[in-house]
C-alpha cells in the first residue's frame, strides 16, 4: 500500500509542474491553484508512505518517477526534444527507480 502512495504523490508532482508551467509564474490563477493543491496533495501521500518506508527510498522513488513524467510530458506534449541521449538518462532514471523498489521489498 505504501509503495502505490508513493507512486500517486509522484503522479501528482507531474501534475503540479505541469500546472505551475502553465500558470505563467503564478499570474494564471487556475493553473497556480491546480500547481499548489497537487504539490500538497503529494506531500501528504509521501508523508503517509514515510509511515512504513524508509525516507531515502521512498523519496528517490518519488522524485524519480516525478522526473521521468515530468520529462517524458515535455517530450511528448509539450514538445521538447526527444534526443537519444536524453531518452538514455531518462531509461537509466527508470532503471534506478526500480531497482530501488526491487531492493527494498
Not at 81 to 98: N, Q
Amino acid at each position: 500500500m505504501a509503495w502505490l502512495l508513493v507512486i500517486a504523490a509522484a503522479l501528482l508532482e507531474i501534475v503540479w509542474a505541469l500546472a505551475l508551467d502553465r500558470s505563467d509564474g503564478f499570474t494564471r490563477p487556475g493553473p497556480a491553484a491546480v500547481g499548489v493543491i497537487a504539490a500538497a496533495l503529494s506531500f501528504v501521500l509521501l508523508a503517509f508512505a514515510l509511515r512504513v518506508l524508509p525516507v531515502g527510498t521512498a523519496y528517490a522513488v518519488w522524485i524519480g518517477l516525478g522526473a521521468l513524467g515530468v520529462a517524458l510530458a515535455g517530450i511528448l506534449i509539450l514538445g521538447e526534444s526527444a534526443s537519444a541521449a536524453r531518452l538514455v538518462c531518462l531509461f537509466l532514471i527508470l532503471i534506478g527507480v526500480v531497482g530501488l523498489r526491487l531492493l527494498e521489498g
